[in-house]
Antibody, heavy 118, light 108 residues
Framework: QVQLQESGPGLVKPSETLSLTCAVS?????????WGWVRQPPGKGLEWIGN???????DYNPSLKSRVTISLDMSKNHFSLNLNSVTAADTAVYYC???????????WGRGTLVTVSS | EIVLTQSPGTLSLSPGQRATLSCRAS???????LAWYQQKPGQAPRLLIF???TRATGIPDRFTGSVSGTDFTLAISSLEPEDFAVYYC?????????FGQGTKLEIK
């Protein structure tokens, strides 16, 4: 059974960097599939942030591309999200997910709320 | 980027009724590259349909996806109490991959 679990600070100060990790169990991220991040501001819809493939190749949403980095750590079977220079607009529930065919998300983490506030 | 517009914003129906949810793309989307997700309060989205009409593993056959041109439809043949949720369409044809704004299916 594939499971994903996000972890990281729930509160980040404006202008700082949001860093989250997604631990994957039940499947090796080095085997196949894409691994991605999707966020959802409170009470709003879903926004795709970006994906990474096992090769390390990445694809980011242009609206965030200048601030986002997604990376893999195959030794720990997890992948990470860094979003720098955050503002209140980055307050959201952040989900990590597995994707096939680049962006069909079939397994999701439970999500973690990150609030940007001083 | 491709904008997906879902309608209606809210749909009020009773258990046992049929639901029809729509998703229209702002430009041509390969009909194979559209997915539908269900999201309940406090939960992550759940994949229902991909490739416009293929049900994901474990999804009941009362959920049906279809496409006509740039108009995509999710139909739920006979609503069960657990079907009341928010539904999102998503295109994965052209990056950035985008979601519709959602349709809330509520109990009448």
């Amino acid at each position: 059974q594939v499971q994903l679990q996000e972890s990281g600070p729930g509160l980040v100060k404006p202008s700082e960097t949001l860093s989250l990790t997604c631990a994957v169990s039940g499947y090796s991220i080095s085997s196949d599939y894409y691994w991605g991040w999707v966020r959802q501001p409170p009470g709003k819809g879903l926004e795709w942030i970006g994906n990474i493939y096992r090769s390390g190749s990445t694809d980011y949403n242009p609206s965030l591309k200048s601030r986002v980095t997604i990376s893999l750590d195959m030794s720990k079977n997890h992948f990470s999200l860094n979003l720098n220079s955050v503002t209140a607009a980055d307050t959201a529930v952040y989900y990590c997910a597995r994707a096939f065919s680049e962006a069909i998300f079939d397994y999701w983490g439970r999500g973690t709320l990150v609030t940007v506030s001083s | 980027e491709i904008v997906l517009t879902q309608s209606p914003g809210t749909l009020s129906l009773s258990p046992g009724q049929r639901a029809t949810l729509s998703c229209r793309a702002s430009q041509s989307v390969n009909s194979m590259y559209l997915a539908w997700y269900q999201q309940k309060p406090g939960q992550a989205p759940r994949l229902l349909i991909f490739a416009a009409s293929t049900r994901a593993t474990g999804i009941p056959d009362r959920f049906t996806g279809s496409v006509s041109g740039t108009d995509f439809t999710l139909a739920i043949s006979s609503l069960e109490p657990e079907d009341f949720a928010v539904y999102y369409c998503q295109q994965y044809d052209i990056s950035p991959y985008t979601f519709g704004q959602g349709t809330k299916l509520e109990i009448k």
